[in-house]
C-alpha cells in the first residue's frame, strides 16, 4: 500500500521507524523482564502476608514438606468424652444384649434376711435379673450382709455386678443392724439436725452399707405431711419424714442424697409425687389410698422436685398412691403423665424411676403379668418386687409385651439403658461387651 502511494501520488517517503521499533521492542522487554521478577518473588509475598494475617503453623516457605503435628480439636475432645460418657457407654452394652437380658435389667427381686442367696441365683445367672433388695430383720452386722450381697454378685456376670439395695432410713425402718451399723435415728430426729450434721451422719451410715456390701439405699422418704400425722399411716405415724415443710424437707433430703454419694453410696428419694397426704398404707391396703389435694404446683411434690434438681439422686421411687388432681386414672407408677410428663418432663429427671412394691396390696388388684408392663410403659425403669414368687411373672410379662408390641420394645431398651447407665457411673459395669452367649 504505502509503495503505491509513492509511485502515484509523487510523495517522499518517510524517515525510516527503525530506532523507534528497536527502543519500543526494549521497553517491552525490559517490562516483561520486570514482570517476571515480580511474578516470581509473588509467592513468598503471598505466604509472608498469610502468615501475618493468620495463626502460626508449622509448616513454612522453607519448610513445605514437613507435615505440621495435629493438634486435638475441641470438638473431637468433647466426642470422646461423650463416647466415654456412662450413658454411651451404656448404649454400646445394651446393643449387646438380647431382649431377655435387657428386661432382666428391669427387675429389682427381694433377698430376705435368713434366706439362702442360692435361691436367687438362677434369677440372676439365667434369667439376667440386675438388681437386688435386701429386706426383713438382718441382725447379724455388716460382716453378714457382706457375705450374702457377696454370694448375689457372683452369680452375675463380671462385668455387670449388682444394684444390692436396702430401706436404711432409720427409725422404725432400717433393716440392716447390728455390729458394725450404728442404730439410726427416725427421720423426725433427722429432721432436727443441721443439713451439715445429717450430711455427715449419712456419710458414716452410707460407709456403713457399702462395708456392707449395699450399693443404693431406699431412702430418704419426702413426703411432707399434709393430715394429722397419727392419721397418715405410710408416713407420719411411723416417724419416716424429716417433720418440716417444704423446704426444709427439701434441704434436709438434699443433704441425706449427698451424705450417702459421699460415702459411695446411691440414694433414693420416695414416695414421688408423696404419700404426705392419705391415710392407707399401700404396702397393706386399698383403702385410704386416693390423695385428693395434691397438685403439681403444690407443697408435697416441691420437697421432691427441688431434692431431684439440686441433688440428683441414684434413683426416684413412685408412690402407689393415685393422685385425683394430677392424673385419676392410675397409681402414680404406672401414670405416663405423672413419670414421662411431669417428673421426666417438666423437672428433668432422666435417672432412674422405680417403683414401690410390685407385690403391695395396693395394686393387688392387677394381674401380676402386667404390673412390670405398666411400669415401663409409663416411663418407669426398674421393678422393685417384695414377694419372690412375683418375679417370674412380672419379667415374662414384659418379655411377651416386648415381643409382641416394637414401639414397647424400645421402651425396655430405654429404660434398660438408664439402668446400665447408672451401674456404669457407680463402678458396677466394667467394660461394654458384657454378655456373649445369646446376644442379640
Not at 145 to 169: H, R
Not at 286 to 307: M, P, R, S, V
Amino acid at each position: 500500500m504505502r509503495m503505491q502511494q509513492i509511485k502515484h501520488g509523487g510523495r517522499r517517503p518517510r524517515p525510516s521507524s527503525a530506532p523507534t521499533i528497536i527502543a519500543a521492542m526494549l521497553c517491552v522487554v525490559a517490562l516483561v523482564a520486570a514482570g517476571t521478577a515480580w511474578w516470581m518473588l509473588r509467592p513468598q509475598q503471598k505466604d509472608t502476608l498469610e502468615h501475618l494475617a493468620q495463626p502460626q503453623s508449622s509448616s513454612s516457605t522453607l519448610n513445605r514438606d514437613k507435615a505440621p503435628t495435629p493438634k486435638p480439636q475441641k470438638s473431637q475432645e468433647r466426642q470422646k468424652a461423650a463416647d466415654d460418657s456412662p450413658a454411651a457407654k451404656a448404649s454400646r452394652a445394651i446393643a449387646t444384649m438380647s431382649l431377655d437380658e435387657r428386661a432382666g435389667q428391669l427387675i429389682m427381686a427381694p433377698m430376705f434376711a435368713g434366706g439362702n442367696p442360692a435361691d436367687l441365683s438362677a434369677l440372676i445367672s439365667t434369667r439376667h435379673v440386675g438388681s437386688v433388695v435386701l429386706i426383713g430383720n438382718w441382725n447379724n452386722g455388716t460382716a453378714a450382709a457382706k457375705t450374702a450381697a457377696d454370694a448375689l454378685q457372683s452369680y452375675a456376670p463380671s462385668g455387670n455386678q449388682l444394684i444390692v439395695s436396702t430401706d436404711q432410713e432409720g427409725g422404725q425402718v432400717q433393716h440392716l443392724k447390728g455390729s458394725g451399723f450404728d442404730t439410726m435415728p427416725s427421720a423426725v430426729a433427722q429432721g432436727q439436725m443441721s443439713a451439715d450434721t445429717l450430711r455427715s451422719s449419712a456419710k458414716t451410715w452410707g460407709g456403713q452399707l457399702k462395708q456392707a456390701g449395699i450399693n443404693v439405699d431406699l431412702a430418704p422418704v419426702l413426703g411432707t405431711v399434709q393430715v394429722k400425722r397419727s392419721s397418715n399411716a405410710p408416713i407420719g405415724a411411723l416417724n419416716r419424714d424429716f417433720g418440716l415443710d417444704s423446704n426444709g424437707n427439701a434441704q434436709h433430703g438434699i443433704a441425706f442424697v449427698e451424705g450417702m454419694r459421699d460415702a459411695g453410696v446411691g440414694a433414693t428419694v420416695k414416695h414421688y409425687p408423696g404419700l404426705g397426704a392419705v391415710t392407707g398404707n399401700t404396702d397393706f391396703t386399698t383403702e385410704g389410698i386416693l390423695d385428693t389435694t395434691t397438685t403439681l404446683d403444690g407443697e408435697q411434690i416441691g420437697a421432691f422436685n427441688t431434692t431431684i434438681k439440686q441433688a440428683k439422686p441414684a434413683m426416684v421411687m413412685m408412690s402407689l398412691a393415685t393422685y385425683q388432681r394430677i392424673d385419676s386414672s392410675a397409681p402414680a407408677a404406672f401414670s405416663s403423665k405423672i413419670i414421662d410428663g411431669t417428673l421426666r418432663g417438666s423437672v428433668g429427671y432422666d435417672g432412674v424411676v422405680i417403683s414401690d412394691s410390685l407385690s403391695a396390696a395396693a395394686v393387688s388388684g392387677i394381674a401380676t403379668k402386667d404390673l412390670g408392663v405398666r411400669l415401663v410403659d409409663a416411663g418407669g425403669d426398674l421393678a422393685c418386687i417384695g414377694d419372690t414368687s412375683y418375679v417370674t411373672p412380672i419379667l415374662d410379662g414384659i418379655i411377651a409385651r416386648a415381643q409382641s408390641d416394637p414401639a414397647f420394645a424400645k421402651k425396655v431398651t430405654a429404660s434398660a439403658t438408664r439402668v446400665m447407665t447408672l451401674k456404669y457411673q457407680m463402678g458396677l459395669a466394667k467394660c461394654c461387651l458384657l454378655y456373649t452367649s445369646d446376644a442379640a
